[in-house]
């Protein structure tokens, strides 16, 4: 039965106009707002331009976006989106223009001024390229509709965050060596409210994964229409409470935070939020050449004694893939 969709539903759903925001080899003055834009050879320019980044030296690097100003505009608190955007394009040798903490101290928060105003304001200014946050789930789509700047979302209320799933990628292929078609993907957690979860999921079956499964409680189980949209696109999905035998069979396991924040009281946030602990115990289960992810912020999904297991990959690894990840993004988008 279809249930009603609540929450984190498809991006198509948003816009009538799928094609002029497809993204098909040709990167440049595209916005990114959605990893439904993607074709599979949009995200392995990604990953190839990556690599090749990383590899230049630190003066090469100063020269790939000399000349260009940046503005990374957040109206959610962040720690690794908003630092390795930053980074990644002071890196590349941009000028930066950091706005942290938009929510507390913009002219939206207490003025009264529409996010739509100040991204028009952001264009007077004269900037190349804005990377947003915002708690909205169609404020990407919004952004990007009254600027000819790009866009490229940062995390987009409880829809999408697709510079994230782009990092996640590269680290399953940097850390499994395998393809997306060979590999079982677990994520547990909170799939209701997680958007590096529906970006991810989205992004994986676009890159030819036919295996998931979705372990969470009732109450934040993953959207039906994305559950729908995954099989339409040939993913095998199993829904399921019992995460000791589903870590058993993954190849990936993918854990999330409980999204506090879109909880209606903190009564039901406690009914959910330590429900899948992932211990020294259930790692015991999981194969030997599987590996645990997370985008972090992590509060207590994942026991300490874990992050020395080495098929903890969260840190340093899959947050250090996040800065030439968003590097490779701005570079397409701003040189092609
Ligand atoms: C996530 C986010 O903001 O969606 N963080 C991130 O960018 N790595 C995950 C979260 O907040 O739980």
Redesign the pocket.
Same mark, same amino acid.
Request: aromatic share 0%.
């Given at each position: 039965m279809v249930q009603k969709i609540e929450t984190g539903d498809i991006f198509t759903e948003l816009n009538e106009n799928g094609e002029q925001w497809r993204i098909d080899g040709d990167w440049r003055g595209k916005d990114l707002i959605s990893v439904e834009q993607l074709s599979r050879e949009a995200v392995d320019q990604v990953l190839v331009t990556a690599d090749y980044l990383e590899r230049l030296s630190k003066l090469e690097q100063k020269q790939v976006l000399a000349g260009k100003d940046v503005g990374v505009a957040f109206w959610? =608190?962040? *720690?690794? *989106?908003y630092s390795s955007s930053v980074l990644a394009a002071t890196r590349l040798g941009a000028d930066v223009l950091g706005l942290h903490g938009m929510h507390a101290y913009s002219s939206t928060y207490k003025k009264g001024e529409s996010l739509e105003k100040t991204i028009e304001t952001l264009e007077a200014l004269e900037l190349n390229l804005i990377v947003l $946050?915002h708690p909205d789930d169609d404020s990407g789509l919004r952004a990007a509709q009254v600027t000819k700047i790009p866009i490229v979302s &940062? &995390?987009a209320g409880k829809l999408e965050?697709p510079t994230?799933a782009l990092l996640d990628v590269r680290t399953i292929r940097a850390e499994t060596g395998r393809r997306a078609e060979d590999l079982h993907l677990v994520f547990v957690g =909170?799939l209701k409210y &997680? $958007? *590096?979860v529906h970006s991810l999921s989205k992004l994986m079956a676009i890159m030819g994964n036919k295996r998931m499964t979705l372990v969470a409680t009732d109450e934040v189980k993953m959207p039906r229409g994305l559950v729908k949209w995954l099989v339409s696109q040939g993913v095998d999905v199993e829904e399921t409470s019992d995460l000791r035998a589903a870590v058993r069979e993954a190849d990936i396991i993918y854990d *999330? $935070?409980v999204?506090r924040e879109w909880f209606d009281s903190e009564e039901e946030y406690l009914k959910v939020k330590s429900a899948f602990q992932i211990n020294s115990e259930v790692m015991k289960l999981v194969k030997s050449d599987a590996i645990l992810m997370h985008?972090?912020?992590m509060v207590d999904e994942i026991a300490p004694e874990v992050d020395a297991d080495p098929r903890a990959v969260y840190l340093p690894q899959q947050v250090n893939h &996040?800065l030439w990840t968003r590097g490779a993004i701005m570079t397409l988008i701003l040189e092609g």
């Open positions: 959610q =608190d962040s *720690t690794r *989106t $946050r &940062g &995390g965050h994230q =909170d &997680g $958007r *590096t *999330t $935070r999204q985008p972090l912020p &996040g």
